[in-house]
């Protein structure tokens, strides 16, 4: 084993601070027991963004382009979660 394999290894030195900081080593403990619940929670979103993908397609599907770009349309299930994203995340911020 050459030395610069080893030296890879010095990302490990991390977990050294978790000895120290008891209460870090307790938030990352509770954050990996959630990742459980994150996962099912992540999948119920995907669930219910695939749900309105499908209305989307069945509603809108036979209108074809709406507009002049070739990919704002509901033609198939990928172009619809497209749509559905675009349409959840604006492009500008609202200010808080």
Same mark, same amino acid.
């Given at each position: 084993?050459?030395?610069?394999? =080893?030296?890879?290894?010095?990302?490990?030195?991390?977990?050294?601070?978790?000895?120290?900081?008891? !209460?870090? !080593?307790? #938030?990352? +403990?509770? %954050? =990996?027991?959630? !990742? !459980?619940?994150?996962?099912? @929670?992540? =999948?119920?979103?995907?669930?219910?963004?695939?749900?309105?993908? @499908?209305? +989307? %397609?069945?509603?809108?599907?036979?209108? +074809?382009? %709406?507009?002049?770009?070739?990919?704002?349309?509901?033609?198939?299930?990928?172009?619809?979660? #497209?749509?559905?994203?675009?349409?959840?995340?604006? =492009?500008?911020?609202?200010?808080?």
């Amino acid at each position: 084993m050459s030395l610069t394999a =080893l030296r890879s290894f010095r990302v490990l030195r991390v977990f050294k601070v978790f000895k120290h900081m008891p !209460a870090l !080593a307790k #938030i990352v +403990g509770v %954050l =990996l027991s959630s !990742a !459980a619940s994150f996962f099912s @929670i992540g =999948l119920l979103l995907f669930l219910f963004w695939t749900v309105f993908s @499908i209305i +989307g %397609l069945h509603v809108f599907g036979e209108l +074809g382009t %709406l507009t002049n770009r070739r990919e704002s349309n509901f033609e198939n299930i990928f172009q619809s979660y #497209i749509i559905l994203f675009q349409v959840r995340v604006p =492009l500008i911020p609202s200010p808080i």
